[in-house]
């Protein structure tokens, strides 16, 4: 059974920086598309960026050069680490898991990171 969840989101002040992780229980980072999202209020859920296969990562071209996922196995993570943070940032962060071969998509309960002075 595949478990997601978040943590990490806070309020911060504009410029700063913060560690997001999603603990994965239930799936193997060779096998899955491990994604990042994020809905800020009264938006639709937009993509941040995934790693695909524990290998490829892609970013959604506004948070290039500011935002990067990467694997930590021995826990079990998926971490976004955010740097530059921006007032439009502020937004509940999730966390999706997809097999590489299936049709499922299992999603975390989200992290709220706030950016403001």
């Known amino acids: 059974q595949v478990q997601l969840v978040e943590s990490g989101g806070a309020l911060v002040q504009p410029g700063g920086s913060l560690r997001l992780s999603c603990a994965a229980s239930?799936?193997?980072?060779?096998?899955?598309?491990m994604g990042w999202y994020r809905q800020a209020p009264g938006k639709q859920r937009e993509f941040v960026g995934n790693?695909?296969?524990?290998?490829?990562?892609t970013y959604a071209d506004s948070v290039k050069g500011r935002f990067t996922i990467s694997l930590d196995n021995a826990k079990n993570t998926v971490d976004l680490q955010i740097s530059s943070l921006k007032s439009e940032d502020t937004a509940l962060y999730y966390c999706?898991?997809?097999?590489?071969?299936?049709?499922?998509?299992?999603w975390g309960q989200g992290t709220q990171v706030t950016v403001s002075s």
């Open positions: 239930g799936v193997g980072f060779r096998r899955y598309d």
């Open positions: 790693i695909i296969g524990g290998v490829s990562t």
């Open positions: 999706n898991a997809r097999p590489l071969f299936g049709r499922q998509s299992f």
